[in-house]
Antibody
Framework: QVQMQESGPGLVKPSQTLSLTCTVS??????????WSWVRQHPGKGLEYIGY???????YYNPSLKSRLTISIDTSKNQFSLKLSSVTAADTALYYC??????????????WGQGTLVTVSS | QPVLTQPPSASGTPGQRVTISCSGS????????VNWYQQLPGTAPKLLIA??ARPSGVPDRFSGSKSGTSASLAISGLQSEDEADYYC???????????FGGGTKLTVL
């Protein structure tokens, strides 16, 4: 079965770049059947969709984050990554990677990684 | 404010049937599949209902439905382990992106 695992620094200084990687096991990011996504959850709040990347490298970014966001994919490592620049305390959140969506159901995400907490603080 | 509106809380006693609503518009629920996620305390969200169908392993106590621009999640035979946050999600054609509801905290009394 497909499993997702986020990795990256848990503490980032304000104005710096937040970088996370999601490693996929039990399946291939190169399959073309799915997109590969990032979702975040501010402490005690709901889910916010960040964006996705396709095996071809094409992406979708949440307009509210687009100017600071880069999502990329490395099919040779079966990984995809998120970079969010110029972070502030408002970017402190639990960051999840997930498989999905797919073209016939664009709100479908399964499975999710366990999530990684990123705190923005000096 | 989330584009999809869910009640912030819901509750029921063991064995009861509970429904959670998700209200949207023609550009999202009205034209796209609705999915439901369960987030147990301290864990990642889990896909519960995908376009009114249950993924493998999800008990048949959970069911989803959609009518017009609203969707509902029903939980029958409520159990204590159902106490969690529930989110609806779909695509919005106007925003051209994925949207989540604000979430509903279900308490089993």
């Amino acid at each position: 079965q497909v499993q997702m695992q986020e990795s990256g620094p848990g503490l980032v200084k304000p104005s710096q770049t937040l970088s996370l990687t999601c490693t996929v096991s039990g399946g291939s990011v190169n399959s073309g059947a799915y997109f590969w996504s990032w979702v975040r959850q501010h402490p005690g709040k709901g889910l916010e969709y960040i964006g996705y990347v396709y095996y071809s490298g094409s992406t979708y970014y949440n307009p509210s984050l687009k100017s600071r966001l880069t999502i990329s994919i490395d099919t040779s490592k079966n990984q995809f990554s998120l970079k969010l620049s110029s972070v502030t305390a408002a970017d402190t959140a639990l960051y999840y990677c997930a498989r999905g969506p797919f073209t016939s159901n664009r709100g479908w995400f399964n499975p999710w990684g366990q999530g990684t907490l990123v705190t923005v603080s000096s | 404010q989330p584009v999809l509106t869910q009640p912030p809380s819901a509750s029921g006693t063991p064995g009861q049937r509970v429904t959670i609503s998700c209200s949207g518009s023609g550009s999202n629920i009205g034209t796209n599949s609705v999915n439901w996620y369960q987030q147990l305390p301290g864990t990642a969200p889990k896909l519960l209902i995908a376009a009114n169908a249950r993924p493998s392993g999800v008990p048949d106590r959970f069911s989803g439905s959609k009518s017009g621009t609203s969707a509902s999640l029903a939980i029958s035979g409520l159990q204590s382990e159902d106490e969690a946050d529930y989110y609806c999600a779909t695509w919005d054609d106007s925003l051209n992106g994925v949207i989540f509801g604000g979430g509903t905290k279900l308490t089993v009394l």
